[in-house]
DNA sequence: TTAATTTTAGACCAAATGTACTAAAAAATT
DNA sequence: AATTTTTTAGTACATTTGGTCTAAAATTAA
């Protein structure tokens, strides 16, 4: 990619996560680069453009995250470095989720690739479960649909904890993510085995 | 208060749950309601005085839900009708939730009330949990901080599963509330003793 | 070096928005 | 019935925004 389109994107982006995606507008993000709104429009040709070259930007770092997973044998250690990485990057692209309602209203496409990769996401999780209670890291279902109310849980967590920590939140990055990593993380602990548990608390 | 101004609140919900709040103006509520945008600016200033105004309504029908709550002894049962109670408020004053980002942002007064309710909430359940281990429905914590962050959860849940909704579902409204009215209730599952374990499946 | 292409800035436009001001109409009070 | 207050509509204005068009400048290719 070209260096301006990319310099465009990371304005974009830093603007966006200031003040938020309704608030920022193209000729804005122009001004704080100081060229010319016409000239940024010659690069992307609207916000929604701006948004649809953030969002692929998005999903090439988190390429790495499925990489990551398989990376060991420990199922909830791989879970924690998993779940850090992606939270990380996720953190770094925040005003996506901030303003993810705003933004799949305006925009059907991306709200269309949302949904894909939701789905791409809950059946990531529900391997991981199947998986977990196959090797014996976490019991059984102690009636129907308990793992899908569960699975459930995890797409709003996943979608809105950096939602939340933007309302509720102050204080050093770090500090926060790894706060969510540990809460996200909880989720699972009620449903591990000892054998999970053992693990989990060596964490 | 005044009929016109309960109508305009009324519109303005309408609208802002339909579009955004963000996507919508004065002169559109305005327009809706065939009155002038001076009219509608003689009796709320402008967007914020709105905001206030519904945020107002929302709290005063929330007040019937700590009401509902104490009266049962069943712990289990009064908090699967008093979560389904304020489900329906919430899902009713949903583009509250939905834009609060957004919302939160542009009206720091909201945010600062908002913080105070959240605070508010946790105490409550904080109690609840605390009355459930006493009373023997809910187990003691395996490590410490377990519950905290359960409470963390619980936050997450409650401030954005109708978000999580307007994006995931569709369908009947009273199907969706009820389908994340167990979601919720099933959060509190893995942390009950076999004597919560059976209210709740009754339930 | 010249020609072609890409990038950039500036001017311009129509639409929408918040806001302020004025005056008429309606309602309430005396 | 007269007057005071409240409610309403209309107008006007400055600002911002997305978008188009044109031409100059910069870069690349021949």
Known sequence: MKKTKQIILQTAKKLFTKHGVAEVSIRQIAAEMKISHSNLL???KNKQALLTGLHQQLLDAALVINRDFHQTDELVKALYHSTQTGFRILYDYRFFVI???????ENTKLHQTFLQIGKFRD???REIIAKGIEKG???????QNEYELFLQRI???SDYWVASSAIYEEGNQEDIIDKYVRSFMNMFYPYLTQKGKVEYLLL
Chains 1, 2 share one sequence.
């Open 99 to 105: 303003d993810l309602n705003h933004i799949m209203r």
């Open 42 to 44: 010659y690069h992307y």
């Open 137 to 143: 890291y976490m019991r059984t279902p102690e009636y």
């Open 155 to 157: 797409r709003i967590f």
């Open 123 to 125: 059946q990531l999780y």
